[in-house]
């Protein structure tokens, strides 16, 4: 499990990556908003402590930018004891829990261990981005509350693309993972164009927020944002 610490105090991030490296977790340390950005689009991070206070872009804008993006992973904000607001901000703008500091470290221990939990168990169970939902055990797709019937071949389509939402998906990276079709002598472009026009007919078409874009000549992106 990987956990990113954006704190720009020197002394508190070192004793939270020495003590969470005790732990077992694995521990990087951003010292700004930039820093922490790069990282998260750089690797797989598990969980986010993110502290408040930071020179340059403060904690809740990395946050909402972080929401708006579409990253689903858990974040525990740390914030002062005087900054009552900036924890209802916090909480308001995505964050999923939030420690005041100074805290006791075995505190922090716990947090972090339910949301880890938590968000295992999501991941296992349903996917999410923005209004869109998709359920593995019921094996239902909604939008906006609403209930939509995707074909198998859809429904898998649509897991592969939520599963790395935010990041481009080839027709050839389609064609291998969902159709498994390896031998690109028959090229199936047209049918997974076909699959495309089809899912975004269902999944896009009666809202008014897009989430399924095509890039021309690259592939697509399920996204909150345009790309
Ligand atoms: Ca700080």
Same mark, same amino acid.
């Given at each position: 499990?990987?956990?990113? !610490?954006?704190? /720009? ?8 990556? $020495? ?8 521990? /990087? ?5 930039? $820093? ?16 408040? %206070?930071?020179?340059?872009? /403060? ?11 579409? =990253? ?11 900054? !009552? ?47 869109? $939902? =998709? ?18 071949? $859809? ?14 998906? %080839? ?22 164009? !076909? ?33």
């Amino acid at each position: 499990m990987r956990i990113l !610490v954006i704190e /720009d105090e020197h002394k508190v991030a070192h004793a939270l990556k $020495e003590g969470l490296e005790y732990e077992g977790y694995q521990v /990087d340390l951003a010292g700004t908003g930039e $820093e922490g950005f790069y990282i998260l689009n750089s690797q797989e991070v598990d969980l986010l402590l993110l502290d408040l %206070s930071l020179p340059g872009r /403060d904690g809740i804008e990395i946050l909402k930018t972080i929401r708006r993006t579409g =990253m689903i992973l858990p974040v525990l904000i740390l914030t002062a004891r005087d900054a !009552v607001e900036d924890r209802v901000i916090g909480l308001n703008s995505g964050a999923d829990d939030y420690l005041i500091k100074p805290f006791a470290f075995s505190e922090l221990l716990a947090r972090i261990r339910v949301l880890l939990r938590r968000r295992k168990n999501e991941d296992l169970l349903r996917l999410k981005l923005a209004d869109l $939902e =998709m359920d593995f055990v019921t094996h239902k797709v909604k939008r906006a509350g609403q209930p939509i019937a995707l074909t198998a071949r $859809e429904f898998e389509l649509l897991e592969y693309l939520l599963r790395r939402h935010g990041q481009i998906v %080839s027709r050839e990276m389609l064609a291998g993972d969902v159709w498994q079709e390896t031998n690109r002598a028959t090229p199936i472009d047209n049918l997974i164009d !076909v699959h495309i026009a089809r899912l975004r007919r269902k999944i896009d078409e009666p809202f008014e927020k897009k989430l399924l874009h095509t890039l021309r000549g690259v592939g697509f992106i399920l996204s909150e944002e345009m790309p």
